[in-house]
């Protein structure tokens, strides 16, 4: 074969590589055009039989040389990018994400600006149990600088035998405790017909990681003039909890915080594990501002300090953590929650390691 017979093959496969390029990407236009039509229709986007009908179809119009599993493998890897495709334009197009909105949500609390580029901190304990309580901790939050108390009136609990929480009682009392000291007060709420109601005595609606795809609660709360702090589920991934997210926003409040507080692992060393990447991960796909809880995440008290240096050095929006006046005899959560003392200490060296403006 001459040098001149070859660069003439050469340059017929380069120009069917353009040839394959351009119906490859013309391809993917109108299987773009099909998902966009899809979601119009409400039709999930993969079908099976549609993909069987268009395999046999090129199969049967294969005279080779290649062998027909090898045209299917091919084609299936056709098929699958443009599925992806379609994905990616889906993810595009959510209101919490990114790419719809670059520029960073703040969340303003009563004057406190989550997602401001400063860290923020939310302190209080795990159970409102009573004025007096909710009160001590308020005093020693505010003297330390900060505005943003949380407190459980109502408490979702493993098992039903346990403190269940104070219910609409708590939220007086938080509210009484807020207005006597200049505070914001979040606090969780589980049922969307309580959300109306909770409005008038929150400042932040919190919605626990065990109700974080509890879609109906998720519009409810979407559809208040309120921020919802979003906590992620103990077995949700990501996507999921973005999605429980799209939720809320797609009702028309934009007001959203999110907030890492572990998941599920085989680990036993902690409660849960704390998965400190997904803060960047949350930061890089939505412009929503991105919390750590480090109390349910580690469950143990030495590790509230580490984590939440951990939190913060990782570019997390703010910490929260629980305080007790004596956690020895708190209704729940009585291992991990800090006593003032603790309390004390844990702001004093975030503050020693230059981790909050002093
Ligand atoms: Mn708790």
Redesign the pocket.
Known sequence: MSNNELDQLRSRVDELNLELLSLINERAQLVQEIGRVKETQGVYRYDPVRERHMLDLIKEHNDGPFQQSTIQHIFKEIFKAGLELQKDDHRKALLVSRKKHPEDTIVDVKGVKIGDGNTHFVFG???VESYEQVATVAAAVKEKGFKLLRG?AF?PRTSPYDFQGLGLEGLKILKRVADEYDMAVISEIVSANDIEQAVEYLDVIQIGARNMQNFELLKAAGAVNKPVLLKRGLSATIEEFINAAEYIAAQGNGQIILCERGIRTYEKATRNTLDISAVPILKQETHLPVMVDV??STGRRDLLLPTAKAAIAIGADGVMA?VHPDPAVAL??SA??MDLNQFDDFVNQLKAASFVRA
Request: aromatic share 0%; hydrophobic share 10%; glycine share 8%.
């Open positions: 304990p795990c159970a459980g408490k109390t349910h629980e729940s959560d991990q929650q």
